[in-house]
Nanobody, 127 residues
Framework: QVRLVESGGGSVQAGGSLRLSCVVS????????VAWFRQAPGKEREGIAT????????YYADSVKDRFTISQDNSKRTLYLQMDSLKPEDTAMYYC????????????????????WGQGAQVTVSS
């Protein structure tokens, strides 16, 4: 059974940084498309960053580009999200997930394509 556990959330002031971690268990390696999502109160879940393991290519939503960095350590089955220059609008519950894809172009943060979710990590940014 696949299990994802996010950690590293917390409360920071605008301009601060946080690093989220996501440990994946249930199989030997993470699937080749790993991603971070977030869901703010009253809003839909949105994909914000992905890595396609085959080419090590990354994708970022415009809202987090140049501020957030996604990375993974497959030997530890761990996914990371370094979040810098945080803004109040980054306040949300953050989730990780992974899926198997055939092409890098398929590794995008489309919520409907992912099935396994953790409990999430709360990030709160104050102004």
């Amino acid at each position: 059974q696949v299990r994802l556990v996010e950690s590293g959330g917390g409360s920071v002031q605008a301009g601060g940084s946080l690093r989220l971690s996501c440990v994946v268990s249930g199989y030997t390696y993470m699937r080749n498309c790993v991603a971070w999502f977030r869901q703010a109160p009253g809003k839909e879940r949105e994909g914000i960053a992905t890595i396609y393991a085959g080419l090590r290519t990354t994708y970022y939503a415009d809202s987090v580009k140049d501020r957030f960095t996604i990375s993974q350590d497959n030997s530890k089955r761990t996914l990371y999200l370094q979040m810098d220059s945080l803004k109040p609008e980054d306040t949300a519950m953050y989730y990780c997930s992974d899926r198997a894809v055939g092409l890098a172009s398929q590794c995008r943060g489309e919520v409907a394509d992912f099935r396994d979710w953790g409990q999430g990590a709360q990030v709160t940014v104050s102004s």
